[in-house]
């Protein structure tokens, strides 16, 4: 295998990772408030066990951003790499609001 292969993936391919991750993870919360609607209350809650696995893969690609700053390669943020954690962020703001949604439509059930 070349080394090229093995290099630690760039900024912006971490940032993507961060996007795509952050991203299922705000669809599956969403998609929980929805399903908590319906008074599908475990289905709705195995939407935000979905999200919580994406969002674990998004902190592991954090994880490689915070190990390269460790390790002195850390880069001067992109727009690409804050618009990957305003993305984290606002999902993760989601995913708690669909918790609060949950729990308020199994109490009125």
Same mark, same amino acid.
């Given at each position: !295998?070349?080394? /090229?292969? !093995? &290099?630690?993936?760039?900024? /912006?391919?971490?940032?993507?990772?961060?996007?795509l991750h952050a991203g299922n993870a705000r669809s599956s919360s969403m998609e929980a408030i929805h399903l908590a609607k319906e008074g599908k209350f475990e289905e709705a809650k195995a939407k935000i066990a979905? &999200?919580?696995? /994406?969002?674990? /893969? &998004? %902190? %592991?690609?954090q994880t490689k951003l915070l190990q390269k700053e460790a390790s002195g390669e850390g880069q001067n943020p992109t727009v690409l790499l804050i618009h &990957?954690?305003? %993305?984290? !962020?606002t999902a993760m703001t989601v995913k708690e609001m669909a918790q609060e949604f949950i729990e308020l439509y199994e109490r009125m059930k």
């Open positions: !295998m070349s080394t /090229e292969n !093995m &290099a630690s993936p760039s900024l /912006e391919e971490i940032s993507f990772q961060i996007i979905e &999200a919580d696995k /994406e969002f674990l /893969e &998004a %902190h %592991h690609a &990957a954690q305003d %993305h984290l !962020m």
